[in-house]
């Protein structure tokens, strides 16, 4: 074998060793890091009927979705409670129907304003342009108490206990232990809601996102609630965070 033959084949040698040591390479680069997004909700269009039943068309075209994560208290058992919801829209409204199994119903702050989280009652958080953030004195998003009786109450920027009763319209039936509920929620942008003010509700659209969580406080005669369950998996030891940080809430998509 000549010398040229020799650094031919030399070279030929080095150039397979390159291409196998790059292709080695690109196997054993770690995948990216999967970034886990807050979960995301469709709610289909329609109008429903509020009646405090679920048998409407428009409810058929939406799954039920888990009331699950406990968020305050020990894990209730089944049979204390359970829960699971439906969502749909229209322009004026976002509906929610939620079915409630829960074996005691109590209002034990019948004013309305006084520890009303201690009652049972269900809580719908609603962030109209899903910027996240604190609104625990603020109307950067919504945290909507609604009582055994209809009534419902948030905080206001002065750190008072308000009603809200004209934001969501309710029907709640109850037949043994189990409570239909159906809200319909006007959607307002609190970055120009005033207190006292001529307050317009958002005309809702197709491909709108905003935020989203909802929960139940449940209580069997307790002095305080015995379990707070929600939908989302809040992250941390304190997972009662959706009334200060809106940033918790999932993002609900209108399709």
């Known amino acids: 074998m000549n010398k040229e033959s020799t650094i031919g084949l030399a070279v030929a040698f080095a150039t397979l060793l390159f291409v196998f040591w790059v292709g080695s390479s690109k196997n054993n680069v770690a995948p990216p890091i999967e970034v886990i997004e807050n979960e995301q909700f469709i709610a289909n269009y329609g109008t429903p009927i509020l009646d405090g039943k679920s048998d409407d068309a428009v409810w058929q075209t939406s799954n039920w979705l888990p009331l699950d994560q406990n968020w305050i208290g020990k894990m209730p058992t089944s049979s204390d409670f359970s829960g699971r919801y439906k969502l749909v829209w229209d322009e004026n409204f976002l509906y929610v129907l939620a079915e409630i199994m829960d074996?005691?119903?109590?209002?034990?702050?019948?004013?309305?304003?006084?520890?009303?989280?201690?009652?049972?009652?269900?809580?719908?958080?609603?962030?109209?342009?899903?910027?996240?953030?604190?609104?625990?004195y603020s109307y950067n998003a919504f945290a909507y108490h609604i009582a055994l009786d209809g009534k419902v109450v948030d905080i206001n920027p002065k750190g008072e206990f308000t009603f809200f009763n004209d934001h969501c319209t309710t029907v709640r039936k109850t037949v043994g232990h189990t409570s239909i509920w159906e809200v319909a929620v006007r959607v307002f942008d609190g970055n120009k809601y005033t207190d006292g003010g001529e307050n317009y509700p958002k005309s809702l659209k197709r491909g709108k996102t905003m935020g989203f969580m909802l929960a139940y406080c449940d209580n069997d005669f307790s002095p305080e609630r015995e379990n707070f369950m929600g939908n989302l998996e809040v992250e941390g030891e304190d997972k009662n965070q959706g009334w200060i940080d809106a940033s918790v809430f999932g993002t609900l998509k209108l399709k």
């Open 103 to 136: 074996d005691t119903l109590i209002d034990i702050h019948p004013d309305g304003l006084q520890k009303y989280w201690d009652d049972d009652c269900l809580e719908i958080f609603v962030d109209e342009n899903a910027s996240g953030g604190n609104h625990q």
